[in-house]
């Protein structure tokens, strides 16, 4: 079992920054996934960054590209979203996520998932 627990949402005005993190606990495997997703409201939970545990790949929604970026420290078994450049559309609630495939996070369906984090942008 992993557990996973995000912080560092908050109220800010457009064009700010905020940085999210994801601490992670329990039997976790370098090969693991971990990722942000978000869900406004009434719209679905959407991908928005993920990263490969070993190597630090990351991959990006094309909306967040160049003003999100996604990080990890093995050594805190903790992963982070910095978010930059932040707009009222991105209002919503940040889940962190976690799996062994990259292909099962992306499509929305991985095996651990936070509690979520509430992110709000002011015009």
């Known amino acids: 079992q992993v557990q996973l627990v995000e912080s560092g949402g908050g109220l800010v005005q457009a064009g700010g920054s905020l940085r999210l993190s994801c601490a992670a606990s329990g039997r976790i495997f370098s090969s693991y996934v971990m990722g942000w997703f978000r869900q406004a409201p009434g719209k679905e939970r959407e991908f928005v960054a993920a990263?490969?545990?070993?190597?630090?790949?990351?991959y990006y929604a094309d909306s967040v590209k160049g003003r999100f970026t996604i990080s990890r420290d093995n050594a805190k078994n903790t992963v982070y979203l910095q978010m930059n450049s932040l707009k009222p559309e991105n209002t919503a609630v940040y889940y962190c996520a976690g799996d062994s495939s990259i292909l099962t996070l992306r499509v929305g369906r991985p095996n651990y998932w936070g509690q979520g984090t509430q992110v709000n942008v002011s015009s």
């Open positions: 990263i490969t545990w070993s190597a630090g790949r990351t």
